[in-house]
Protein backbone atom coordinates (compact mmCIF):
# COMPACT_ATOMS: atom_id res chain seq x y z
CA UNK A 1 0.00 0.00 0.00
CA UNK A 2 1.23 3.38 -1.19
CA UNK A 3 2.22 6.03 1.68
CA UNK A 4 -0.08 9.17 2.05
CA UNK A 5 2.46 11.01 2.95
CA UNK A 6 2.80 14.52 1.04
CA UNK A 7 5.90 17.00 0.81
CA UNK A 8 3.20 20.04 1.29
CA UNK A 9 2.50 18.61 4.85
CA UNK A 10 6.22 19.10 5.74
CA UNK A 11 6.22 18.91 10.27
CA UNK A 12 6.17 23.20 10.86
CA UNK A 13 9.86 22.00 12.37
CA UNK A 14 10.94 21.95 8.63
CA UNK A 15 9.27 24.40 7.63
CA UNK A 16 10.66 26.56 10.22
CA UNK A 17 14.27 25.67 9.54
CA UNK A 18 13.50 26.74 6.05
CA UNK A 19 11.31 28.93 6.03
CA UNK A 20 13.83 31.58 6.62
CA UNK A 21 15.29 31.26 3.11
CA UNK A 22 14.27 33.78 0.58
CA UNK A 23 13.77 32.33 -3.07
CA UNK A 24 15.65 35.02 -5.69
CA UNK A 25 15.00 34.57 -9.33
CA UNK A 26 15.31 31.12 -10.76
CA UNK A 27 18.70 29.36 -10.94
CA UNK A 28 19.58 25.89 -12.16
CA UNK A 29 22.63 25.95 -9.73
CA UNK A 30 21.90 22.20 -7.56
CA UNK A 31 24.96 21.95 -5.35
CA UNK A 32 26.96 19.39 -4.80
CA UNK A 33 23.72 16.49 -3.71
CA UNK A 34 23.83 13.99 -1.00
CA UNK A 35 26.25 11.35 -1.92
CA UNK A 36 24.33 8.71 -0.07
CA UNK A 37 20.77 9.72 -1.63
CA UNK A 38 21.91 9.39 -5.28
CA UNK A 39 19.82 10.17 -8.69
CA UNK A 40 20.01 6.29 -9.11
CA UNK A 41 17.72 5.76 -6.35
CA UNK A 42 15.01 8.49 -7.61
CA UNK A 43 16.36 11.70 -5.36
CA UNK A 44 16.21 14.55 -7.26
CA UNK A 45 18.46 17.88 -6.35
CA UNK A 46 16.55 20.61 -5.46
CA UNK A 47 17.84 24.19 -6.61
CA UNK A 48 19.82 25.79 -3.93
CA UNK A 49 22.09 28.59 -6.34
CA UNK A 50 18.86 31.17 -6.05
CA UNK A 51 18.50 30.58 -2.69
CA UNK A 52 19.72 34.44 -0.69
CA UNK A 53 21.13 34.33 2.36
CA UNK A 54 18.94 35.64 5.52
CA UNK A 55 20.99 36.30 8.32
CA UNK A 56 23.78 33.95 7.94
CA UNK A 57 21.69 30.99 6.74
CA UNK A 58 23.16 28.81 3.96
CA UNK A 59 21.32 25.87 1.83
CA UNK A 60 24.48 23.51 0.79
CA UNK A 61 22.45 20.71 -0.46
CA UNK A 62 18.52 19.77 -0.80
CA UNK A 63 17.29 16.74 -2.47
CA UNK A 64 13.81 15.41 -2.69
CA UNK A 65 12.90 12.44 -3.78
CA UNK A 66 9.11 12.17 -5.18
CA UNK A 67 6.43 9.70 -5.25
CA UNK A 68 6.59 8.72 -9.16
CA UNK A 69 10.31 7.97 -8.74
CA UNK A 70 10.80 5.83 -5.15
CA UNK A 71 9.42 3.68 -2.91
CA UNK A 72 9.07 5.97 -0.34
CA UNK A 73 8.87 9.79 -0.92
CA UNK A 74 11.47 12.09 1.11
CA UNK A 75 13.45 15.28 1.31
CA UNK A 76 16.91 16.03 3.10
CA UNK A 77 19.13 19.07 3.64
CA UNK A 78 22.53 20.35 4.89
CA UNK A 79 21.99 24.15 6.38
CA UNK A 80 24.17 26.14 7.80
CA UNK A 81 23.68 28.95 10.06
CA UNK A 82 26.45 31.55 11.16
CA UNK A 83 26.57 34.26 13.75
CA UNK A 84 23.02 35.38 16.26
CA UNK A 85 20.94 32.87 13.98
CA UNK A 86 23.63 29.99 14.37
CA UNK A 87 23.14 30.55 18.52
CA UNK A 88 19.28 31.20 18.52
CA UNK A 89 18.55 27.63 16.13
CA UNK A 90 21.14 25.76 18.28
CA UNK A 91 19.25 26.92 21.35
CA UNK A 92 16.00 26.04 19.57
CA UNK A 93 16.70 23.03 19.03
CA UNK A 94 18.93 22.21 22.38
CA UNK A 95 16.07 23.38 24.57
CA UNK A 96 12.67 23.45 22.74
CA UNK A 97 12.46 21.95 19.77
CA UNK A 98 8.74 21.92 19.88
CA UNK A 99 8.65 25.78 19.84
CA UNK A 100 9.98 25.75 16.75
CA UNK A 101 7.27 24.77 14.96
CA UNK A 102 4.47 26.16 16.97
CA UNK A 103 5.86 29.83 16.44
CA UNK A 104 5.91 28.73 12.48
CA UNK A 105 2.58 27.53 12.62
CA UNK A 106 1.34 30.59 14.21
CA UNK A 107 2.99 32.39 11.52
CA UNK A 108 1.53 30.36 8.71
CA UNK A 109 -1.99 31.17 10.81
CA UNK A 110 -1.15 35.25 10.31
CA UNK A 111 -0.22 34.33 7.08
CA UNK A 112 -3.16 32.68 6.10
CA UNK A 113 -5.37 35.19 7.73
CA UNK A 114 -4.19 38.15 5.58
CA UNK A 115 -4.18 36.42 2.79
CA UNK A 116 -7.92 35.56 3.11
CA UNK A 117 -8.55 39.58 4.24
CA UNK A 118 -6.76 40.46 0.69
CA UNK A 119 -9.42 38.51 -1.44
CA UNK A 120 -11.77 41.24 -0.96
CA UNK A 121 -15.10 40.68 -3.28
CA UNK A 122 -14.58 36.92 -3.50
CA UNK A 123 -17.25 34.57 -2.26
CA UNK A 124 -16.37 33.73 1.88
CA UNK A 125 -15.55 30.49 2.21
CA UNK A 126 -15.97 29.28 5.95
CA UNK A 127 -12.78 28.95 8.00
CA UNK A 128 -11.23 25.25 7.89
CA UNK A 129 -10.98 23.41 10.97
CA UNK A 130 -7.49 23.70 12.48
CA UNK A 131 -6.09 19.83 11.75
CA UNK A 132 -5.75 18.06 15.13
CA UNK A 133 -2.07 16.36 15.31
CA UNK A 134 -0.01 15.44 18.79
CA UNK A 135 3.53 16.01 18.33
CA UNK A 136 6.36 13.64 19.95
CA UNK A 137 9.69 14.59 19.90
CA UNK A 138 13.04 11.89 21.18
CA UNK A 139 16.41 13.42 21.19
CA UNK A 140 19.18 11.84 19.25
CA UNK A 141 22.65 13.23 20.63
CA UNK A 142 25.55 11.14 19.74
CA UNK A 143 29.31 11.38 20.03
CA UNK A 144 29.26 13.15 16.57
CA UNK A 145 26.33 15.25 16.74
CA UNK A 146 23.12 16.37 18.69
CA UNK A 147 19.93 15.84 17.34
CA UNK A 148 16.00 15.25 17.66
CA UNK A 149 13.52 13.01 15.75
CA UNK A 150 10.37 15.15 15.59
CA UNK A 151 7.06 13.16 14.68
CA UNK A 152 3.65 14.60 14.26
CA UNK A 153 0.33 12.40 14.25
CA UNK A 154 -2.54 13.49 12.61
CA UNK A 155 -5.74 12.79 15.48
CA UNK A 156 -8.08 12.76 12.56
CA UNK A 157 -6.50 10.51 10.36
CA UNK A 158 -5.04 7.43 12.50
CA UNK A 159 -2.02 6.01 10.65
CA UNK A 160 -0.91 9.16 8.94
CA UNK A 161 1.95 10.86 9.92
CA UNK A 162 5.29 12.88 9.35
CA UNK A 163 8.56 13.11 10.99
CA UNK A 164 11.51 15.08 10.44
CA UNK A 165 14.60 14.06 12.03
CA UNK A 166 17.18 16.94 12.66
CA UNK A 167 21.04 16.81 13.71
CA UNK A 168 23.51 19.40 14.44
CA UNK A 169 26.71 20.59 15.26
CA UNK A 170 29.25 23.23 15.30
CA UNK A 171 32.07 23.49 12.00
CA UNK A 172 34.34 26.24 13.50
CA UNK A 173 31.86 29.27 14.09
CA UNK A 174 28.91 28.26 12.37
CA UNK A 175 26.28 25.44 13.55
CA UNK A 176 25.79 22.99 10.32
CA UNK A 177 21.93 21.51 10.33
CA UNK A 178 21.55 17.82 8.71
CA UNK A 179 17.23 17.22 8.29
CA UNK A 180 15.23 15.06 6.53
CA UNK A 181 11.35 14.73 6.68
CA UNK A 182 9.61 10.81 5.74
CA UNK A 183 6.76 9.10 6.49
CA UNK A 184 8.53 6.81 9.50
CA UNK A 185 10.90 7.78 11.95
CA UNK A 186 13.66 4.94 10.57
CA UNK A 187 13.53 6.44 7.01
CA UNK A 188 13.79 10.08 8.35
CA UNK A 189 16.87 9.11 10.83
CA UNK A 190 18.67 7.05 8.03
CA UNK A 191 18.21 10.31 5.49
CA UNK A 192 19.00 12.74 8.17
CA UNK A 193 22.22 10.68 8.75
CA UNK A 194 23.06 10.42 5.48
CA UNK A 195 22.20 14.31 4.94
CA UNK A 196 25.37 15.19 7.97
CA UNK A 197 27.71 12.58 6.58
CA UNK A 198 27.86 14.52 3.20
CA UNK A 199 27.86 18.03 5.28
Not at 142 to 167: E, H, K, N
Request: charged share 25%; hydrophobic share 45%; proline share 5%.
Amino acid sequence: MRSRFHVVRLPAVLLALVGGLLLSACSHHFGAGIADLPASQGWQPLPIGSWVLNDGLEARAMVFCPRADCDRQGFAAVLSFAGARGRQMEQALSESPAQLGQAFAKLAAEKAAERRKGQTGQKKKPEPKPARSATDIVRLDSADSRGVLVTIRSLDAPGRQATTAILYGREADRLVVALAVADSADAARRDAESAWRSR
